[in-house]
């Protein structure tokens, strides 16, 4: 008998629980379930136009610590960063140096350039205007023949 009893309290205990959840979700006032930012592509043949006439463009590298080790070559001039640390990059050089209304390219060697949409997200969601992700990422600039440049050692 004592066992129905206990068992009785927990499942009223987990729908009650359920049910505060439920409710917390649905109380939030309306507009404040965050949705990431659409992000817009720029393919190879446009960066690497852009790259070739000198336009101020930061380009930032968020390929994974695995793809970047093993390359031994990244995109001319751009910067790597790992995604999960991207935020706090923003607040030191070089990144902090980057006006947020220039332009900011994002790269990975994702199949479906799901790092880079990432990273471009959390810059727009950092108050950056204009960012867009290479589409097909590193792949793409490899066969496009893109500027490239000796990745440093050590990192």
Sequence with gaps: M??????????????ALAGAGAY??????????????QVQFVTAEELKAKLAR???VTVLDVRSSTDFGES?????GAIHVKVRKLQS????????N??????????????????????????MSAGFKRVRALKGGWVA???????IESRPRGL
Excluded at 72 to 76: A, P, Q, R, V, W
């Design 24 to 37: 917390s979700t649905l109380a939030q006032p309306v507009g404040t379930a965050q949705t990431p930012p």
């Design 54 to 56: 000198n336009e101020p």
């Design 72 to 76: 031994e070559n990244k995109i001319k």
């Design 98 to 123: 980057v006006p947020r209304d220039s332009e900011v390219v994002t790269y990975c060697a994702c199949p479906n350039d799901e790092a880079s949409i990432r990273a471009a997200q959390e810059l």
């Design 141 to 147: 600039w490899k066969k496009m023949n893109g500027q």
């Design 2 to 15: 004592a066992f129905k009893h206990w068992s009785a309290c927990i499942l009223i205990l987990c729908l």
């Design 89 to 96: 990059r923003l607040a030191l050089p070089p990144l902090k």
